[in-house]
């Protein structure tokens, strides 16, 4: 990859990360919101239903599951919270790191078609017309 091309991946992995993080994390604030209100569904049916020993323990199973879910939801957000934050601090960035990106696909675009046209020494046309075509092909 160019250098102008691992430049654009750089910006677009930004950008996608400028927008991913905020989502993921208040997905999981949701999900450990719903996780939450389930455990305590459990927790009540265990408690105030007349439940056999095979319900029960059913009951238990999901009860751990759930707690493990609400866990990995809990953890991943404390690695994206500093990142949250600084997002969320900074509402513009993700808009001007798109503006950034096009301005960035742009003047590489703008650097793969340059072409020299020599002005004195037209002797070099013919030369340059043929780079310029290699450097189109291949």
């Not at 950008?15 to 450990?32: H, S, Y």
């Not at 455990?39 to 238990?60: G, K, M, P, R, S």
């Not at 609400?70 to 990142?83: I, S, Y």
Request: net charge neutral; with cysteine; aromatic share 6%.
């Amino acid at each position: 990859m160019s250098e102008a091309g691992a430049l654009i991946s750089y910006v677009d992995t930004i950008g996608e990360i400028l927008k991913d993080v905020p989502a993921k994390f208040e997905a999981n604030l949701r999900q450990i919101d719903h996780l939450e209100k389930e455990t305590n569904d459990l927790i009540h049916a265990l408690e105030l239903l007349d439940v056999d020993e095979e319900q029960a323990a059913q009951y238990a199973t999901d009860i751990r599951k759930n707690r493990l879910e609400r866990r990995r939801c809990k953890d991943e957000n404390v690695v994206l919270k500093p990142l949250y934050d600084f997002i969320k601090l900074h509402p513009k960035l993700a808009k001007e790191m798109k503006t950034c990106h096009e301005e960035t696909k742009r003047a590489c675009k703008l650097l793969k078609g340059r072409f020299y046209n020599p002005r004195v020494r037209t002797d070099l046309i013919e030369k340059f017309e043929k780079a310029k075509e290699a450097q189109e092909h291949g």
